[in-house]
């Protein structure tokens, strides 16, 4: 195996265009012999908003990965040139991609083994949309871009409703911060900074559009985005006060946690 090994690292030496220079955004590498799976991985990341490239065996993964600099990989265990523990060893040692995060997707249950290697989700096939999307979400917000994953603000009046939305993020790759009351939010707010607030209509002793106004006078918050849910729409004048940098989402009580969940992934962008 180390003699492979070596021969397969080399395939990174050999590149007359490494990638990446003139790319306008980065795409996901899916690698994947079988033509199925790799047709419907490659529809999935589309539909979800990611440039896909594909490779179907280890030198040519190898050679793609190297041409593309990939956002993110998905890795297929078994490879019909060599084994995708190979590739991810030769990707791991190469100065240029051992960031780049990799998700396993395999029927072979060997999660920490991949771990060793330095995988960051593994999946145990058939893999869903969901799961699929999910586990590159938080592989991405993992590798920290900007040094974390993306804060949260969750601001709900209901503890329990509030417990699961914190736990539903969190499971998405979020670091997630908690508040009960709006007075709870705008102190919270101004220590963390968060990348983004979520704000629920029935907040305690403060209304959310207390909160808004209040967190848009203080320099430190004045450009925090923030999605605020409701159950019924908002008067006209009180929309045009919120500011660009409001999102007012109307929702019916007992809207599935994973519509809400969505929109704030959509919020960051496929990646």
């Known amino acids: 195996m180390a003699a492979r090994r070596t021969e397969m690292q080399s395939a990174f030496e050999r590149q007359d265009e490494p990638g990446g220079a003139g790319t306008v955004r980065a795409p996901v590498l899916v690698i994947e012999d079988d033509e199925g799976t ?46 995708g523990w190979e590739v991810l060893a030769a990707l791991k040692a190469s100065p240029v991609l051992s960031m780049v995060p990799v998700v396993i997707a395999s029927v072979l249950d060997r999660q920490e083994l991949a771990f060793k290697l330095g995988a960051g989700e593994f999946l145990v096939k058939p893999v869903g949309r969901e799961a699929l999307l999910r586990a590159l979400r938080r592989s991405l917000r993992g590798r920290g871009q900007a040094g974390a994953p993306p804060k949260l603000l969750v601001a709900h009046s209901d503890p329990e409703a509030l417990l699961d939305l914190t736990d539903t993020l969190v499971a998405e790759g979020y670091d997630v911060a908690a508040a009960l009351d709006g007075a709870e939010a705008i102190t919270v707010a101004r220590r963390l900074r968060p990348d983004l607030l979520v704000l629920d209509l029935s907040l305690n002793k403060m209304s959310w559009a207390e909160v808004i106004a209040v967190l848009r006078r203080d320099p430190a918050t004045r450009n925090t985005p923030a999605l605020v849910i409701t159950s019924k729409p908002a008067p006209p004048v009180r929309r045009s006060r919120l500011g660009d940098r409001t999102r007012l989402v109307v929702l019916e009580r007992g809207t599935p946690r994973h519509r809400l969940v969505s929109m704030v992934n959509e919020h960051f962008g496929p990646g």
């Open 38 to 83: 790799l047709r419907l991985f490659s529809l999935y990341l589309t539909e979800a908003g990611y440039d896909v490239v594909t490779a179907r065996s280890g030198q040519e993964a190898l050679r793609q990965a190297d041409r593309s600099r990939p956002l993110a990989i998905v890795l297929d265990i078994l490879l019909p040139d060599t084994d």
